[in-house]
Nanobody
Framework: QVQLVESGGGLVQPGGSLRLSCAAS????????MGWFRQTPGKQRELVAI???????NYVDSVKGRFTISRDIAKNTVYLQMNSLKAEDTAVYYC?????????WGQGTQVTVSS
């Protein structure tokens, strides 16, 4: 059983920054990819950023240049640094991994960008 716990969400003004954290139970980051997704009411969950097991990184076009995904393998934690936040970044953010063919999701953390 893998548990993922997100933290770091909150209310921020447009142009501001937040850093999300996703702490994983067990030492899985060496062997598993980790992604950050977001979801707004009535819409499908969207992949925002992913860091592949070997270290490759991909972003959705709308966050390129503003968001940075990183990981600390020793701490079993993945981060999402979000800069220059916009109102359209408002969503519940989830981290996700897959281990032995099973998907695991965190509980989500709300990010609200508003003045």
């Amino acid at each position: 059983q893998v548990q993922l716990v997100e933290s770091g969400g909150g209310l921020v003004q447009p142009g501001g920054s937040l850093r999300l954290s996703c702490a994983a139970s067990g030492s899985i980051l060496r062997f598993s990819s980790m992604g950050w997704f977001r979801q707004t009411p009535g819409k499908q969950r969207e992949l925002v950023a992913i860091i592949i097991r070997g270290g490759s990184i991909n972003y959705v076009d709308s966050v390129k240049g503003r968001f940075t995904i990183s990981r600390d393998i020793a701490k079993n934690t993945v981060y999402l640094q979000m800069n220059s936040l916009k109102a359209e970044d408002t969503a519940v953010y989830y981290c996700k991994t897959a281990v032995l063919g099973l998907d695991y999701w965190g509980q989500g953390t709300q990010v609200t960008v508003s003045s």
